[in-house]
């Protein structure tokens, strides 16, 4: 099927066959904003998001319908006239584009892609030194940010990670660069220095939703004996906390299950 569809088609078939990384095929092309990589070779760019671990390769294969009636592609109906790889890393989608030779369209040097290339990992390289340096100051501010909200976060590592990616994107963009995404988990170092907060950060809060549930244990208990009840389920915890007009996270809720439902079950006090 590849031969009809040329070279660029051999090199489609080539990308899904033998990528590392799992491939998502999409309609859309090349993005108007995504950092253009120059060179030959596109196994090497595939070699490449390995290395940085990124989750997903995008491709995209456009080919000249057989009916077309633009004289231009007279000769070449049916076959593959460009092909983009590429993948998201900080924020940013970066992309490799194969363009037939036949095609008439203006595309930017390699001198272009290199210094677009060069100045995101610049901009990358910037917002993960001021993140390192305003660390303890930006932790702070998002905690505060978290307790604000008017419904608690689940203090899972997972929940705080994703709260705090979308926090940064806007505390990291500068007037010059704007990340238009939450922080992208893909191996970068401030990938890496995004999960070790996180994981302080929900440490931190874990302990402290336990302890702001430890008082309300024996509540709990004398509720749930008072109203009859021998086996506790989590929607009694929900209606006793309804009650009680106290807001804790599922984590919380949680807590207080495990520990009133074992409580009522051996008959020791809470």
């Known amino acids: ?58 491709l995209h294969e456009s080919v000249v319908a057989a009916d077309d009636q633009d004289p231009t592609y007279a000769d070449h109906r049916g076959e593959t006239s460009f092909v983009v790889v590429g993948f998201f890393l ?27 290339t060069s100045s995101f990992l610049s901009r990358l390289d910037d917002a993960t030194k001021t993140f390192r340096e305003k660390k303890v100051e930006l932790m702070a501010e998002f905690v505060k940010a978290l307790e604000a909200r008017p419904d608690p976060i689940d203090p899972s590592e997972a929940s705080v990670d994703q709260a705090l990616r979308v926090f940064l994107a806007q ?47 024996g509540d709990c208990v004398w509720w749930a004996r008072q109203g009859g009840i021998r086996t506790l389920s989590k929607s009694d915890v929900e209606a006793f906390l309804l009650e009680k007009d106290v807001a804790v996270s599922r984590e919380g809720q949680r807590y207080l299950w495990t520990k009133a439902k074992l409580a009522i079950k051996t008959g020791r006090p809470a």
């Open 1 to 58: 099927m590849s031969d009809r569809r040329g070279p660029l088609g051999k090199l489609a078939d080539e990308v899904r066959e033998h990528s590392s990384v799992p491939v998502y095929e999409t309609a859309e092309g090349l993005p108007a904003d995504a950092i253009r990589w120059s060179g030959e070779g596109v196994h090497e760019f595939l070699n490449l998001a390995s290395r940085l671990g990124v989750p997903l390769v995008y």
């Open 90 to 116: 900080g924020g940013e989608f970066h992309a490799l584009a194969k363009i037939a030779e036949w095609m008439p369209v203006e595309t930017g040097t390699e001198d272009d892609a290199e210094e677009g």
């Open 171 to 217: 505390k990291l963009s500068t007037p010059s660069y704007t990340f238009l995404s939450p922080i992208h988990r893909d191996g970068s170092e401030l990938d890496q220095l995004v999960r070790s907060v996180s994981r302080t950060i929900a440490g931190r809060m874990l302990a402290e939703e336990r302890r702001k549930v430890e008082p309300l244990i």
